[in-house]
């Protein structure tokens, strides 16, 4: 799998935009990137992923660059719970076989959300 | 509601002891998986199961076993052969195995193994 690139951790005003980077270089074609969260010592939450096209749920917002070697969650409100450790992974969906289930969680973002 | 249950939240063992954690999920998910994750580190794959009666070993299963006779239960032994266990232990499960492996992990709340 594609080895992703966080800063170690960012700073937000509560009820502004957080924007979290995460950079993919070597990601290949078939590899989503996928966003999760993990509020300490809980276990990580599924936030969103996409392949190519910008996506956004109830969550955030994923903006993947045109050339896919980079993107950017977007928490568009940020609050005081939002604060957590932000984890970028890229994998290939449906993969199967040796590379099923892993999802290689980096060391992460660890956003802290301040009033 | 549906979710993801392990037990112990807390458990203390002496070392050579053999210690069991426990995973059920509700969610009617075909995967189930363990996680290791030490202190400012990321999540380590110990184990994962596509299939009841299936499991196959992750990046580090030296000194674990898992097994899987029924779909909703997926424990973890944590035996005396493995050699730093101290750690928090994650149990996640998925809905589609395979091909329609969607990548989505539900995590539960996690274990948190402490030897003396």
């Known amino acids: 799998d594609a080895k992703t690139t966080q800063p170690p951790s960012m700073d937000c005003a509560e009820g502004r935009a957080a924007n979290l980077p995460c950079n993919h270089s070597?990601?290949?074609?078939?590899?989503?990137v996928y966003w999760y969260r993990q509020i300490h010592s809980q276990g990580p939450q599924y936030i969103i992923h996409g392949l190519k096209n910008n996506e956004t749920n109830e969550m955030a917002s994923l903006i993947i660059t045109e050339d896919r070697k980079s993107s950017t969650l977007i928490l568009p409100h940020a609050t005081l719970r939002d604060t957590a450790v932000y984890y970028c992974i890229v994998r290939p969906l449906g993969a199967g076989g040796t590379s099923y289930g892993k999802l290689t969680f980096g060391q992460g973002t660890i956003l802290t959300v301040h009033p | 509601d549906g979710g993801i249950t392990q037990s112990p939240k807390y458990l203390f063992r002496k070392e050579g002891q053999n210690v069991t954690l426990s995973c059920e999920q509700n969610?009617?998910?075909?995967?189930m998986y363990w996680y290791r994750q030490d202190p400012g580190q990321g999540l380590r794959l110990i184990y994962y199961s596509q299939i009841v009666n299936d499991f196959q070993k992750g990046d580090i299963a030296e000194g674990y076993s898992v097994s899987r006779e029924k779909k909703e239960s997926f424990p973890l032994t944590v035996t005396s052969a493995q050699k730093n266990p101290t750690a928090f232990y994650l149990c996640?499960?998925?809905?589609?195995?395979?091909?329609?492996?969607?990548?989505?992990?539900?995590f539960g709340e996690g274990s948190r193994l402490t030897v003396l």
């Open positions: 996640a499960s998925s809905p589609q195995a395979g091909a329609r492996d969607t990548g989505e992990l539900f």
């Open positions: 070597t990601i290949s074609g078939n590899e989503y």
């Open positions: 969610l009617n998910h075909d995967a």
